[in-house]
């Protein structure tokens, strides 16, 4: 649906909707929206992508080709993308709200990432990742969250000369 900057395209959404309403005018319906990033906005964002061990933002081989890994994947801990993903969500869930099917929707389940299922796109690979700087400091936070200090971190992990500035 979101077809480019400040680009929507509902069509096909809306077609759907109403085929399911033709066989059944009084029917209901829960919409499925995937929030993954386009190809235009990982192309025009590839600060925001996924990097891998290798450096890079794409698998190489060997790969585990469970998905289409032979292209970019946005950065989870990426701000960005959280803030357009989640500004897409609202334009798709607003289109729905005022459409003529709103009265049948009665949830939305969202799907994202891996098989649409919400875990990591890195799972079963080969090649780990995410090094993204934004996961990186997503990380970090965590970290400090659950262990307050550098001292209750160094115990933890045993070593006596980590810092939070310091954990990859």
């Known amino acids: 649906t ?4 400040d680009q929507w395209d509902f ?4 077609e759907r909707a109403h ?4 066989a059944e005018p009084n029917g209901l319906i829960m919409p499925r929206i995937y929030i993954g990033t386009p190809q235009w906005w990982w192309e025009r964002h590839p ?3 996924i ?3 290798h450096g890079g933002a794409v698998y190489q081989d060997p790969h585990n080709d469970v998905f289409n890994m032979k292209r970019p994947y946005a950065c989870i801990a990426s701000p960005k ?4 993903m989640g500004e897409a969500l609202r334009k798709t869930i607003e289109h729905m709200q005022q459409s003529d099917y709103a009265q049948h929707i009665f949830g939305y389940e969202i799907a994202a990432l891996g098989s649409e299922e919400w875990y990591h796109m890195t799972v079963n690979q080969l090649q780990l990742g995410d090094y993204n700087p934004n996961m990186q400091a997503a990380f970090r936070k965590w970290l400090r969250e659950k262990y307050q200090t550098d001292h209750s971190l160094q115990v933890s992990w045993r070593k ?9």
């Not at 979101?2 to 900057?5: R, V």
């Not at 085929?19 to 033709?22: A, G």
Request: glycine share 6%; charged share 25%.
């Open 2 to 5: 979101w077809s480019g900057p």
């Open 11 to 14: 069509g096909q959404m809306d």
């Open 19 to 22: 085929i399911i309403l033709s």
């Open 47 to 49: 600060e925001e992508m």
């Open 51 to 53: 990097v891998l061990d």
């Open 81 to 84: 993308r959280r803030a357009d």
């Open 160 to 168: 006596p000369e980590i810092t939070f500035a310091q954990v990859t």
